[in-house]
């Protein structure tokens, strides 16, 4: 399994970015995906997931109102919209799969891509 993130970048407070993880080497419509993020310091924390079908996602309650989670099975590619960042929301944001478990936790997963920076200026 390879899940490969990108789309981050420096943006000013109040900007939006779109991240995408692209999946490989998997049945990606088996697979919930969710969206964590890590500041130097701090421990990864949950952003987001998306169920299979897309059907259904959780937010953590930081970025509820202003991030979205979306996936394409026909393009094994899910996504992280942020509209209106904030400076607090600087992290390096990483996507992760895995087959049976969907919740918050990072032990809940199983596979993680390598991570892409988001930086927001104040």
């Known amino acids: 399994v390879q899940l490969q993130a990108s789309g981050g970048g420096l943006v000013q407070a109040g900007g939006s970015l779109r991240l995408s993880c692209a999946a490989s080497?998997?049945?990606?419509?088996?697979?919930?995906m969710a969206w964590f993020r890590q500041s130097p310091g701090k421990e990864r924390e949950f952003v987001a997931v998306i169920t299979r079908s897309g059907g259904t996602t959780y937010f953590a309650d930081s970025v509820k109102g202003r991030f979205t989670v979306s996936r394409d099975n026909a393009e094994n590619t899910v996504y992280l919209q942020m509209n209106n960042l904030k400076p607090e929301d600087t992290a390096v944001y990483y996507c992760?799969?895995?087959?049976?478990?969907?919740?918050?936790?990072?032990?809940?997963?199983?596979?993680w891509g390598q991570g892409t920076q988001v930086t927001v200026s104040s």
């Open positions: 080497g998997l049945t990606f419509s088996s697979y919930y």
């Open positions: 992760a799969a895995d087959r049976a478990r969907i919740g918050p936790s990072v032990a809940y997963y199983d596979n």
